[in-house]
């Protein structure tokens, strides 16, 4: 499976597979990468990270500006509208997996940019039905 050309930058990919390396380790090199900012407003620099097989799929927002606060709805609010964008995105459904407290995400460092706050999100239905662009 690959990517469609033009979905995500070299450098995008660089930066949020080294973040999620950060945060899954070896795993992270099964993943690939989807640029999300189209499907949640506010957030341009947006990765969805995914596999084929039924697993985690991962919410990456670059916070190297320190500007993205959940608390200002509540992360639970938050992780909802992320799941039904991340459903759109990917036209599998999806739902969210961290609780809604702590109110911040998990952080992890990118290569060069970051932190990265991480989102959690369970596959519901079969992983195979992912839309890959």
């Not at 050309?5 to 690939?32: C, H, M, P, Q, W």
């Not at 985690?56 to 509208?81: C, G, W």
């Amino acid at each position: 499976m690959t990517i469609p050309e033009g979905t995500i930058s070299a450098e995008d990919t660089a930066e949020a597979r080294f973040a999620l390396n950060v945060g899954i380790g070896d795993k992270a090199a099964e993943y690939f990468f989807q640029a999300a900012g189209g499907q949640l407003a506010g957030f341009p620099t947006a990765v969805v990270a995914y596999r084929d097989s039924p697993d985690l799929v991962y919410l990456l927002i670059d916070d190297t500006n320190r500007d993205h606060k959940p608390q200002a709805t509540s992360k639970a609010v938050f992780m909802l509208e992320a799941a039904i964008s991340v459903t759109k995105l990917l036209g599998t459904m999806v739902i969210p997996v961290d609780p809604p407290f702590p109110p911040s995400p998990e952080r992890w460092r990118g290569l060069s940019r970051g932190p990265f706050a991480a989102y959690r999100f369970k596959v519901v239905d079969v992983a195979s039905s992912i839309h890959h662009g």
